[in-house]
């Protein structure tokens, strides 16, 4: 019995040596060394995917303005163009907008331009964030072009994406324009 209580002894005591030793070797470490194994609390506040968010549009040019249920406000049009606003960006979010995609019946005219802004003043070019020409392909409905577009626009908190498609002579039928992205945090 007294030779195991003194093993145990000397067990407690070799351990306590160890813990003392390696609690003296890290005072001397370097920091970046023993920040390397600890891990990184970072935000990267650029990942896609972060919240998927899009914003889905149907309206009927020269014949009804916006269609229910759709991302379209306070629509107007007239020959040529129809202009309407997107819902607003969350408030402490940044909406990163990276495709559009949609289908434009036009009749007998031709789409010229679909432009994505911040506000209303299409006139005024430093609003503008994208704009869009072409190509347009032909759809499966007579007379219709669809897109398809890469783009990159930020919209912060708050702030009410505009859009204006324009064609020439003019506009109508039954349309749809998507854009499509994520939202971060503002911060």
Do not use: H
Not at 6 to 16: D, G, I, P, Y
Not at 51 to 71: H, I, K, M, Y
Not at 77 to 82: E, N
């Amino acid at each position: 019995m007294k030779k195991s209580m003194l093993q145990v002894r000397r067990v407690l005591v070799f351990a306590l040596v160890l813990f003392v030793v390696a609690g003296a070797l890290g005072m001397f470490t370097s920091n970046e060394a023993v920040a390397q194994v600890r891990p990184a609390l970072v935000k990267n506040v650029d990942e896609p995917g972060r919240t998927p968010w899009e914003t889905r549009t149907q309206f009927l040019p020269n014949a009804g303005g916006c269609w229910v249920p759709s991302d379209c406000y306070n629509y107007t049009d007239g020959t040529g163009f129809a202009v309407f606003d997107l819902r607003p960006v969350p408030a402490g979010k940044r909406w990163i907008v990276q495709m559009a995609t949609g289908g434009l019946v036009n009749g007998q005219s031709r789409i010229t331009s679909i432009e994505l802004t911040n506000g209303r003043g299409f006139l005024v070019f430093d609003n503008i964030k994208w704009i869009f020409s072409g190509p347009f392909t032909a759809g499966t409905s007579f007379d219709s072009a669809i897109f398809s577009a890469n783009l990159f626009a930020t919209f912060g908190p708050g702030e009410t994406p505009s859009v204006r498609v324009t064609g020439n002579p003019n506009l109508s039928g039954y349309s749809v324009i998507v854009f499509s992205g994520y939202l971060i945090d503002a911060n």
